[in-house]
């Protein structure tokens, strides 16, 4: 199936702050299979998807200072002003006249361009060229590793500390790259895939468990003398992870939640209230990390981008979604 030809952007309309992202010969994005409909993240028929991007800028609008014609930009997954009490809070996921990419009649980056509104507080100007071969782990920036890190982040993942992290997608890889980041002394990643988990040891994983459920739970118990672990990082999203992740924190423990939660209610109650767990996470407000990650990339001390094991051109888009729902590939990079 062919992708239609998108539309190309006007910069020249109303939108404070506005700029046109266009990639006529260059630019790479992630595919994303799941959408959210209980945020009204719902792409309507025929819009351009992805939310996640690095790319150069073509053109910009009057108001727009940070960045100029030919720079190298990441977009982050949502768009945000930069100067609300929620942005200047580091929540830009909250900006009070933020969006997410795909809806509303703004379009993503699957496409030969994208419009990019309030620019100054959105775009982040790569010090690279278009050649670097740093790119895959520039672009994990727009979501994955901004994700893991806020699940460490939110968790107060500390020197000296033992985290379980659940999932071993590119979530959880990032994720026990971000626990590794903070100074945990000891990662244990949950996940059953080999491929993926081998990448996670590589990362930082000091361990890997690879059972579900009560027998998983009893396997981090036996690791870790029978208390669990000073956090979880739960990247899955389902309830099942989330019962889980209740089963192998310690007393006192933290569970961060940045899986996007395919469940209505948070299955915990008494026994856990009894325990003095705490719930944190979220969506992850990525702007608000970029600064902070990228010189850790730019150093070499982490390369979050061999996440990405399949590239697919623009027009091979659907065999992209494909292999991802089928668990072919971990994380699919798109380029023109």
Same mark, same amino acid.
């Given at each position: *199936?062919?992708?239609? *030809? ?17 990639? $006529? !010969?260059?630019?790479?994005?992630? =595919?994303? /299979?799941?959408?959210? $409909? ?15 991007? %690095? ?9 727009? #200072?940070? /960045?100029? #014609?030919?720079?190298? %930009? ?9 100067? +609300? ?9 909250? +900006? ?12 993503? !980056? ?11 507080? #959105? =775009?982040?100007? @790569? ?29 107060? /993942? ?30 244990? @990643? ?41 956090? %979880?990082?739960?990247? %899955? ?31 915990? !109650? ?7 767990? #705490? ?43 494909? =292999? *991802? ?12």
């Amino acid at each position: *199936m062919r992708r239609p *030809m998108c539309k190309w952007p006007d910069v020249s309309a109303p939108s404070p702050g506005r700029l046109s992202e266009a990639r $006529p !010969g260059f630019g790479v994005s992630v =595919l994303q /299979v799941r959408a959210l $409909p209980a945020a009204g993240w719902v792409p309507a028929w025929g819009a351009v998807m992805s939310s996640r991007i %690095v790319a150069s800028v073509e053109e910009t609008g009057a108001d727009v #200072t940070t /960045v100029k #014609t030919g720079d190298l %930009v990441v977009v982050p997954f949502t768009y945000s002003d930069g100067t +609300c009490e929620n942005c200047r809070r580091g929540l830009t996921t909250s +900006c009070r006249h933020g969006g997410a990419w795909g809806v509303g009649g703004l379009d993503g !980056g699957q496409g030969e361009a994208a419009r990019i509104p309030w620019a100054d507080g #959105t =775009l982040v100007k @790569l010090p690279v060229g278009e050649d670097s071969d740093l790119l895959p782990d520039l672009l994990t920036l727009s979501d994955v590793l901004c994700t893991g890190y806020h699940a460490a982040r939110t968790a107060g /993942v500390k020197a000296g500390d033992t985290v379980t992290v659940i999932g071993d997608g590119a979530v959880g890889l990032s994720a026990v790259i971000s626990a590794k980041l903070l100074g945990a002394e000891r990662i244990i @990643l949950m996940g059953r895939h080999t491929r993926r988990t081998d990448l996670g040891s590589e990362f930082g994983a000091t361990d890997v468990v690879a059972a579900r459920g009560q027998d998983g739970v009893a396997a981090v118990r036996e690791l870790t003398g029978g208390f669990g672990t000073d956090q %979880v990082l739960e990247c %899955v999203g389902l309830k099942d992870a989330l019962v889980q992740a209740a089963g192998v924190v310690r007393d006192g423990g933290v569970i961060s939640r940045v899986g996007a939660p395919q469940y209505p209610e948070v299955p915990f !109650g008494f026994p856990e209230f009894l325990r003095n767990i #705490t719930l944190t996470g979220g969506v992850a407000p990525s702007r608000a990390y970029i600064d902070e990650l990228l010189p850790h990339i730019l150093n070499g001390d982490i390369h979050p981008g061999r996440v990405f094991d399949r590239t697919v051109a623009l027009d091979d888009i659907a065999e992209g979604y494909r =292999l *991802m729902n089928d668990r072919e590939a971990l994380k699919v990079l798109v380029r023109p």
